[in-house]
């Protein structure tokens, strides 16, 4: 039987892979961070919120794991200010080459401990799982994605894995955002072809496990959520950027100023896009801080 999660492990973190030859988002796809500051801004908000939780620690983490080309660590690091800015270690996490961002700390594995913010920006897509065709019985498919006769499915158990052990190293929150369903939709057949995709340039291509595109699959946040635990919340973008003071309406102003925040208002519209960006996940886990104090009560997530 052909072990599609070791090719595509192979494919993307092989001596030859896509990410370990250096390809990041910018090349070939768009993902929030290079939309424009205002994720970053979103994410600086949550972060004072949880440094408030923590009661304003000495050293305040922000950990950017599958940071990709560095965007989103170099803009939470650039636009941090106040006390906050001088307590902040930035830190981005990525298998791929080291970069060099000025101010933020770059290594290939993450932290033992976190004290502070953990988010994971498009990551668990990432990561490999087994591509299946039903009927098969196996106990997370039994759990969180019934397969029936000739329909496809993604095994999302090292998903699963990969986030709880990211989650049980913080004392603060954890955030991973990213495409994917639930379990309503997945036994309503909805996603019965799958959702493993291949890109490259910009463009959705055939699969190929040669390291020449990206390879990515839909998450199963909420089987994420249930193995990680503890306190929390799965929203959508749209609604959770809302939250943090993200709505984009252009008030005032002329001339320049006007047209600034008109361009401002145009990028938080695509943040918060419905079957867009607003359409991602937001699984936000309270680590000794409730979650309550994090977000307000807002939907759940249905993508
Ligand atoms: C789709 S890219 C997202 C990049 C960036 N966060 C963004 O949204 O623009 C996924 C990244 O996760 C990285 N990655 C995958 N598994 C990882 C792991 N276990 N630890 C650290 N980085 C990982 C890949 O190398 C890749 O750069």
Do not use: N
Not at 81 to 97: E, I, K, M, N, Y
Not at 243 to 266: F, I, K, P, Q
Not at 277 to 302: E, K
């Amino acid at each position: 039987m052909v072990d599609s999660e070791a090719l595509w492990r192979k494919a993307l973190y092989g001596p030859s892979g896509f990410f370990t030859r250096g390809a990041v988002p910018a090349d070939h796809f768009r993902t929030a961070p290079l939309v424009g500051p205002e994720l970053a801004e979103a994410l600086l908000v949550l972060l004072d919120r949880v440094d408030f939780g923590l009661g304003r620690p000495a050293r305040l983490d922000f950990v950017d794991v599958g940071a990709g080309g560095g965007e989103l660590s170099a803009t939470v690091r650039s636009m941090a200010s106040g006390s906050l800015a001088a307590r902040l270690a930035v830190t981005a996490v990525d298998v791929g080459p080291s970069r060099s961002v000025p101010g933020v700390r770059w290594t290939s594995s993450l932290p033992s401990s976190v004290c502070g913010l953990l988010v994971g920006h498009e990551w668990l897509d990432a990561v490999p799982c087994p591509l299946v065709t039903g009927p098969l019985s196996d106990p997370w498919l039994d759990r969180w994605w019934p397969v029936g006769a000739g329909e496809q499915a993604e095994v999302g158990a090292p998903r699963d894995a990969v986030w709880a052990d990211a989650v049980s190293r913080v004392r603060g929150a954890a955030l991973a955002i990213d495409y994917g369903h639930v379990l309503a939709d997945r036994e309503a057949g909805r996603y019965a072809s799958g959702t493993f995709a291949a890109y490259r340039d910009g463009r959705r291509v055939e699969p190929v496990f040669d390291g020449s595109c990206d390879l990515t699959a839909h998450v199963a946040l909420d089987a994420c959520a249930a193995a990680a635990g503890g306190d929390w919340v799965l929203v959508s973008q749209r609604d959770a950027l809302a939250a943090l003071g993200m709505v984009g309406t252009v008030d005032a102003g002329v001339g320049l100023e006007w047209l600034t925040a008109a361009e401002r208002a145009s990028r938080i519209a695509e943040l918060r896009a419905e079957g867009g960006l607003g359409s991602f996940g937001w699984l936000l886990h309270g680590m000794d801080v409730p979650v309550s104090s994090l977000l307000p009560p807002l939907p759940p997530w249905r993508p």
